[in-house]
C-alpha cells in the first residue's frame, strides 16, 4: 500500500456512524486536470493509482497522467493497477496452485523463506471446472455426476484442500457450488472493498482480476475487474501490480427498451457483433445513457460476461439503484449497501442518465431494434436472426459436408448469394482456407440443402432419420446466461407450456441443465417449474461451466455412432459464450449460441432446418399443429414468476457456508505442512519445472540462432487451438503418456483436469483436432514436420522433444488475431514448454500476448502490411533473430532483424511495457517474482 499520498487526497467517510478511510478523488485538481468527466472505469484506476501512490511504481506523475487523460490519443502511458483480490476457476487455478507450492520449494532451495510465498491479494477460487454431463436426462444426473466427478479429481481436490489450509487469505469454494462468475457477483464481489491496513479500517473499489476471460461478468455490478492469465494471477497474488497502458474507452449508450420476444441473450449477441466489428481490443467499453437505467441488473452481467467475445478488456456499468437492489435481493448486509451507495456518489462513482462522460470512441443501441437471435456456427459475433436461421444454417453447411458424396442435384444461387458463409479462413483453426465446397452438387435445385438421411433405432427401440442439421446437444448452461432470472425462468415456463400441449425433446437430442447457482435449483422449485424440465429432459446435471467448455459429456451413443460413421454435420445449441470449431464435443461440427428459452425450442424442434417461428414444433394431445408463438411466454408471465419465485432468503441460505462444503469435500483426506509433499506416481498433480536450476541472478538474454518453425498458422488461432482442452484421445501423445502410466482410458478425464500435470498439458499443446498447420498441408490435428528426421510428419510433442534434444530453438508462424479466446495460460506454458522462443504473427490477442512474455517467450509482429505469405515464408528456413540482447542493457528494441532463409525483414518488438521487460529478462514473471521476494 503507498504511503505518498502527494495530493492531499487521504480523508474520512462516515457511513451510518462507521468510518472509513478512503481517498478522495476530487482531490486532484490542477491545470489540465478533470476528474469529473473521466469515464467511471478510469475514476476506478485514479482511486487505486491514489491509493498505492509510492514514489516509485506509482507517482504523482501517473496520477496526472490519468487524471489528464487525453479520450482521443493512442495509449502510451503505463501504469501500475493493484487489483483489490483476485478470483479463479479450478481449472486455471489449481496450476497457479502448483506454481505457489513449487514456488516455496524454490524459496527454500535458494536459502530464502518458503512462507514467504502466499497471496498478498485476498485470493479466491470456485471449483466449477469439472463436472462433467457424463449422466443426463433422469432424476439422478446430479447426484451420479457429483459421484464421478469426485471420482475423477480426488488427487487434485485434496491439494485444492492442502492449499487451502497452507496459504493464507486463500479460499476455496467447493465443487457443486456453482459457476465462479455467478458465485462472484452473488456473494463474493463487493462493489466496494474494505481492508485494515496499519490499523486503519480502508474503503475502496472493489477490483479484481480473475484466471478466466469471463471474470468480467462482475462488470455487471459495478466492478472493474477482467481475465488474466494463471500466470499474471500468480504475480498478482504475490502482490506484483498489473502492468497496463491507460487505455481507450470506448462509451457505448443505450436508449429504449427491449421489447416483447426478445431477451438478454438477444441483447447480448447484437452488442457483441456490433463492437467486435467497430474494434475494441485492448479498450474498456463502458455503458452509459437513459437505456442503462432501465436494465435489470442480470442483463447487465449477460452483457459485462461476454466482454472477450467482443475482444474488449472489460464492459462495465457504473453503480446505481439497480445495483444496490441487486446486492440487497442477494444477501449483502446493511452496512455493505449503505457503504456502497454511500461511497459511489462520494466519489462520482453514481450513474447519471443524463451525463456524457468523456470518451474515445462512441456507439450507440436503441434497445427497442432488438430481435431474437442466435450467434454461429462458429463464432460469438456472427449473429443471425433467428427468423434467418434456416437459410443461414444452409448456408454454411457448404463449409462442413463432403460435396463429392452428395448428388448432383443443380446449384441454388439464392442460398448462398442471401447468405453467404462466413469465410472459412477467418476461424479455421490457422490453416489455409477450406477449399470452396461444390454447391453444384451439395445443393438442391428446389433451395433446400445436402441430404445424408440415417436410420438410427436406439437401444429402447425407439427408431428415427437422423440428417445433417439435427440438433444432438441442447443445453441451458454458461455464466453468461444462467445467472439470468429472466431468460432462465422463460426458458422453464415455454417448458411448462410444451409439456401442457403434449410436445416432447427429439430422442436424438441429448437435453442438459446446468445453472450457474443452486438458486436457480430453489427459485425453480418454488415456481413449480421443474417437473416440466424434467419432462423434457432437462434434469439438473451440475452446477458449474459444463457444455461451454467441452464438458458436454458423450452423445446419445446410437447417434454418436451414426454421426461418425456418416459424417453428419450435426449441431449443438448451448446457451454459452463459446461456439468455437471443435470445442462443444469432438461429434459435433456446428454450435450455436441461443437464449435458454431458443435452447428449449431447438430441442423440441431437433434442427437447426427449421423455421422456429413458422414451422411447427409437433402437434398437441388433439393433433393440432404448436408454434413456438403458442407456447412463448409473455413478459408479464415471466416478471410475475420472478416476482413471486425469487427472495432475499434463497441467497442468504445458499451461500451461509459456502466455503464448508458437503460431506464428499469435508472427508477428503488432507496432507498438511507449509510445503507440499509430491506424489511421484501422481498423474494429476506433479511439481512444475520452471525453477529447475534456476540462479539467484538473471542469466543474459541472447539472440535466436539457426531455429526452425514447429507450426506455420493462419488467422484467429484461438487459445482453444493451442491449449489443451477436452477429452483426451486414446492415440494421443498425451493418451499415450497416461497409459504408460497405468491411467484406464475411462478415467483419462479431460485436459483441463489435468492442469497441474505439466507432462499432460504438454503433450496436449497445439493438439487440437481443428488445427492446421500449413507446414504440414492436408492433415488437422497436433501435427508437424519434424526437420530433425528429414521433414517427416509427426506429432507437434514428438517433433519439439528431438528438436530440444538437438538443441534447437523453435518459433511459431501465425496470421491475424493470434491468441484470442479464453485466458488459457498453459496455451503460453506448453508454447513455451515445448522449446519455442519466438511467436512471429500478424497482430495477438492481449492476454496471450502477455502470457507469452510471462513465459520467457518473445512476442513478434510482422511489419505492417507484410504476412508469412508476402515475404514468401514456407516454414522450411532456418531462422535467426538479432537484437534480443539490447534488453540487456535495460533497452526495449522498437524491432528485431530475422532473417528467415534468404528473407531478411524487421519484426516488431511487442514487449509493450517496461515491467514486461523485466519479467523477458528474468526467463519469465514468476522467475522475477521469486527473485523479487528473495531479495525483500
Known amino acids: 500500500m503507498g504511503s505518498k499520498n502527494s495530493f492531499g487526497a487521504k480523508s474520512t467517510l462516515d457511513v451510518n456512524g462507521a468510518s472509513y478511510e478512503i481517498f478522495r478523488l476530487d482531490k486532484v485538481t490542477g491545470e489540465g486536470l478533470d476528474v469529473e468527466s473521466l469515464p467511471f472505469s478510469l475514476k476506478v484506476l485514479l482511486e487505486n493509482l491514489l491509493r498505492t501512490e509510492d514514489g516509485a511504481d506509482i507517482t504523482a506523475e501517473d496520477i496526472k497522467a490519468l487524471a489528464g487523460w487525453d479520450a482521443s490519443a493512442d495509449p502510451d502511458k503505463e501504469i501500475q493497477f493493484t487489483p483489490a483480490r483476485v478470483i479463479m476457476q479450478d481449472f486455471t487455478g489449481v496450476p497457479c496452485v502448483v506454481d505457489l507450492a513449487t514456488m516455496r520449494e524454490a524459496m527454500a532451495d535458494l536459502g530464502g523463506d518458503a512462507t514467504k510465498i502466499n497471496p498478498l491479494a485476498p485470493a479466491e477460487m470456485v471449483i466449477d471446472h469439472s463436472v462433467m454431463a457424463d449422466v443426463f436426462g433422469t432424476p439422478e444426473a446430479f447426484e451420479r455426476n457429483v459421484e464421478i466427478e469426485y471420482e475423477r479429481n480426488r488427487e487434485r481436490y485434496q491439494f485444492l484442500r492442502w492449499g487451502q489450509g497452507a496459504f493464507d487469505d486463500f479460499k476455496v469454494v467447493p465443487p457443486g457450488t456453482g459457476i465462479v462468475h455467478q458465485v462472484n457477483i452473488e456473494h463474493l464481489a463487493r462493489t466496494v472493498f474494505t481492508r485494515e491496513v496499519d490499523g486503519e479500517l480502508l474503503a475502496y473499489p472493489d477490483t479484481c482480476v480473475g484466471t478466466d476471460s469471463h471474470t468480467t461478468m462482475v462488470n455487471g455490478i459495478g466492478v472493474v475487474g477482467w481475465g488474466v492469465g494463471g500466470i499474471e494471477a500468480e504475480a498478482a497474488m504475490l502482490g506484483q501490480p498489473v502492468s497496463m497502458l491507460i487505455p481507450r474507452v470506448v462509451g457505448f449508450k443505450l436508449s429504449g427498451e427491449l421489447p416483447e420476444g426478445s431477451t438478454a441473450t438477444d441483447l447480448v449477441l447484437t452488442i457483441t457483433e456490433m463492437v467486435r466489428k467497430h474494434g475494441v481490443v485492448g479498450k474498456f467499453v463502458e455503458f452509459y445513457g437513459p437505456g442503462v437505467s432501465a436494465l435489470p441488473l442480470a442483463n447487465r452481467a449477460t452483457i459485462g460476461?461476454?466482454?472477450?467475445?467482443?475482444?474488449?478488456?472489460?464492459?462495465?456499468?457504473?453503480?446505481?439503484?439497480?445495483?444496490?437492489?441487486?446486492?440487497?435481493?442477494?444477501?449483502?448486509?446493511?452496512?455493505?449497501?449503505?457503504?456502497?451507495?454511500?461511497?459511489?456518489?462520494?466519489?462520482?462513482?453514481?450513474?447519471?442518465?443524463?451525463?456524457?462522460?468523456?470518451?474515445?470512441?462512441?456507439?450507440?443501441?436503441?434497445?427497442?431494434?432488438?430481435?431474437?437471435?442466435?450467434?454461429?456456427?462458429?463464432?460469438?459475433?456472427?449473429?443471425?436472426?433467428?427468423?434467418?436461421?434456416?437459410?443461414?444454417?444452409?448456408?454454411?453447411?457448404?463449409?462442413?459436408?463432403?460435396?463429392?458424396?452428395?448428388?448432383?442435384?443443380?446449384?441454388?444461387?439464392?442460398?448462398?448469394?442471401?447468405?453467404?458463409?462466413?469465410?472459412?479462413?477467418?476461424?479455421n483453426g490457422g490453416g489455409e482456407a477450406a477449399p470452396p465446397k461444390d454447391w453444384a452438387s451439395a445443393a438442391p435445385k428446389d433451395g433446400g440443402r445436402p441430404s445424408t438421411p440415417v436410420e438410427v433405432t436406439l437401444e429402447d427401440g425407439t427408431q428415427f432419420t437422423l440428417d445433417h442439421g439435427a440438433v444432438t446437444i441442447a443445453s441451458i448452461?454458461?455464466?453468461?446466461?444462467?445467472?439470468?432470472?429472466?431468460?432462465?425462468?422463460?426458458?422453464?415456463?415455454?417448458?411448462?407450456?410444451?409439456?401442457?400441449?403434449?410436445?416432447?425433446?427429439?430422442?436424438?437430442?441429448?437435453?442438459?441443465?446446468?445453472?450457474?447457482?443452486?438458486?436457480?435449483?430453489?427459485?425453480?422449485?418454488?415456481?413449480?417449474?421443474?417437473?416440466?424440465?424434467?419432462?423434457?429432459?432437462?434434469?439438473?446435471?451440475?452446477?458449474?461451466?459444463?457444455?461451454?467448455?467441452?464438458?458436454?459429456g458423450p452423445l446419445i451413443p446410437e447417434v454418436s455412432a451414426a454421426v461418425n460413421e456418416h459424417d453428419l454435420a450435426v449441431v449443438s445449441v448451448l446457451s454459452g459464450n463459446r461456439n468455437f470449431e471443435g470445442r462443444i464435443s469432438p461429434d459435433i461440427k456446428m454450435n450455436y449460441l441461443a437464449s435458454p428459452p431458443l435452447?428449449?425450442?431447438?430441442?423440441?424442434?431437433?434442427?437447426?432446418?427449421?423455421?422456429?417461428?413458422?414451422?411447427?414444433?409437433?402437434?398437441?394431445?388433439?393433433?393440432?399443429?404448436?408454434?413456438?408463438?403458442?407456447?412463448?411466454?409473455?413478459?408479464?408471465?415471466v416478471e410475475e414468476t420472478i416476482a413471486q419465485a425469487i427472495n432475499k432468503e434463497m441467497f442468504s441460505s445458499s451461500?451461509?457456508?459456502?466455503?464448508?462444503?458437503?460431506?464428499?469435500?469435508?472427508?477428503?483426506?488432507?496432507?498438511?505442512?507449509?510445503?507440499?509433499?509430491?506424489?511421484?506416481?501422481?498423474?494429476?498433480?506433479?511439481?512444475?519445472?520452471?525453477?529447475?536450476?534456476?540462479?539467484?541472478?538473471?542469466?543474459?538474454?541472447?539472440?535466436?540462432?539457426?531455429?526452425?518453425?514447429?507450426?506455420?498458422?493462419?488467422?484467429?488461432?484461438?487459445?482453444?487451438?493451442?491449449?489443451?482442452?477436452?477429452?483426451?484421445?486414446?492415440?494421443?501423445?498425451a493418451g499415450r503418456y497416461l497409459a504408460e502410466h497405468g491411467v484406464e482410458q475411462r478415467d483419462f478425464n479431460s485436459y483441463g483436469s489435468r492442469r497441474g500435470n505439466h507432462e499432460v498439458m504438454i503433450?496436449?499443446?497445439?493438439?487440437?483436432?481443428?488445427?492446421?498447420?500449413?507446414?504440414?498441408?492436408?492433415?488437422?490435428?497436433?501435427?508437424?514436420?519434424?526437420?530433425?528426421?528429414?521433414?517427416e510428419v509427426t506429432s507437434v510433442f514428438e517433433a519439439s522433444e528431438h528438436y530440444i534434444e538437438a538443441g534447437i530453438p523453435l518459433v511459431v508462424l501465425a496470421g491475424k488475431e493470434y491468441g484470442s479466446g479464453s485466458s488459457r495460460d498453459w496455451a503460453a506454458k506448453g508454447t513455451a514448454l515445448l522449446g519455442v522462443k519466438a511467436v512471429i504473427a500478424e497482430s495477438f490477442e492481449r492476454i496471450h500476448r502477455s502470457n507469452l512474455i510471462g513465459m520467457g517467450v518473445i512476442p513478434l509482429q510482422f511489419p505492417e502490411g507484410e504476412t508469412a505469405e508476402s515475404l514468401g515464408l514456407t516454414g522450411e528456413e532456418e531462422f535467426t533473430i538479432t537484437g534480443i540482447t539490447a534488453l540487456n542493457e535495460g533497452k526495449t528494441p522498437k524491432t528485431l532483424s530475422v532473417k528467415a532463409g534468404d528473407v531478411e525483414f524487421d519484426a516488431v518488438v511487442r514487449i509493450d511495457t517496461p515491467g514486461e521487460a523485466n519479467y523477458y529478462r528474468n526467463g519469465g514473471i514468476m522467475q522475477y517474482v521469486l527473485r523479487s521476494l528473495l531479495k525483500g
Open 477 to 552: 448452461t454458461s455464466c453468461t446466461n444462467t445467472s439470468n432470472p429472466s431468460v432462465m425462468i422463460g426458458a422453464a415456463l415455454l417448458a411448462k407450456k410444451a409439456v401442457e400441449k403434449g410436445l416432447a425433446r427429439k430422442p436424438w437430442v441429448k437435453t442438459t441443465l446446468a445453472p450457474g447457482s443452486q438458486v436457480v435449483s430453489d427459485y425453480y422449485e418454488k415456481a413449480g417449474l421443474t417437473p416440466y424440465l424434467d419432462k423434457l429432459g432437462f434434469n439438473l446435471v451440475g452446477y458449474g461451466c459444463v457444455t461451454c467448455i467441452g464438458n458436454s
Open 655 to 733: 451461500y451461509a457456508d459456502v466455503f464448508k462444503g458437503d460431506e464428499r469435500w469435508r472427508s477428503l483426506p488432507t496432507p498438511e505442512g507449509n510445503t507440499f509433499t509430491w506424489d511421484e506416481d501422481s498423474t494429476y498433480v506433479r511439481k512444475a519445472p520452471y525453477f529447475d536450476g534456476m540462479p539467484e541472478e538473471p542469466t543474459p538474454v541472447t539472440d535466436i540462432e539457426g531455429a526452425r518453425v514447429l507450426l506455420k498458422l493462419g488467422d484467429s488461432v484461438t487459445t482453444d487451438h493451442i491449449s489443451p482442452a477436452g477429452a483426451i484421445k486414446k492415440d494421443s501423445p
Open 305 to 427: 460476461n461476454m466482454s472477450p467475445e467482443f475482444g474488449s478488456t472489460i464492459a462495465v456499468f457504473p453503480i446505481d439503484d439497480q445495483t444496490v437492489d441487486y446486492l440487497r435481493l442477494t444477501g449483502r448486509s446493511e452496512e455493505q449497501i449503505a457503504l456502497v451507495e454511500t461511497y459511489a456518489k462520494e466519489q462520482g462513482l453514481w450513474l447519471d442518465p443524463d451525463a456524457e462522460p468523456r470518451y474515445s470512441e462512441k456507439l450507440e443501441l436503441d434497445l427497442s431494434t432488438v430481435v431474437p437471435s442466435l450467434a454461429g456456427p462458429k463464432r460469438p459475433q456472427d449473429r443471425i436472426e433467428v427468423t434467418k436461421a434456416k437459410e443461414g444454417f444452409r448456408a454454411a453447411l457448404a463449409d462442413y459436408v463432403d460435396a463429392d458424396a452428395q448428388q448432383t442435384q443443380g446449384y441454388d444461387e439464392s442460398v448462398e448469394e442471401t447468405f453467404p458463409a462466413s469465410d472459412p479462413a477467418t476461424s
Open 763 to 791: 503433450r496436449g499443446t497445439f493438439a487440437n483436432i481443428r488445427l492446421r498447420n500449413q507446414l504440414a498441408p492436408g492433415t488437422e490435428g497436433g501435427v508437424t514436420r519434424d526437420f530433425t528426421a528429414d521433414g
Open 599 to 637: 435452447v428449449v425450442a431447438y430441442a423440441l424442434a431437433g434442427s437447426m432446418d427449421v423455421d422456429l417461428f413458422n414451422d411447427s414444433l409437433g402437434t398437441d394431445t388433439e393433433g393440432n399443429e404448436v408454434y413456438l408463438k403458442d407456447i412463448w411466454p409473455s413478459p408479464q408471465e
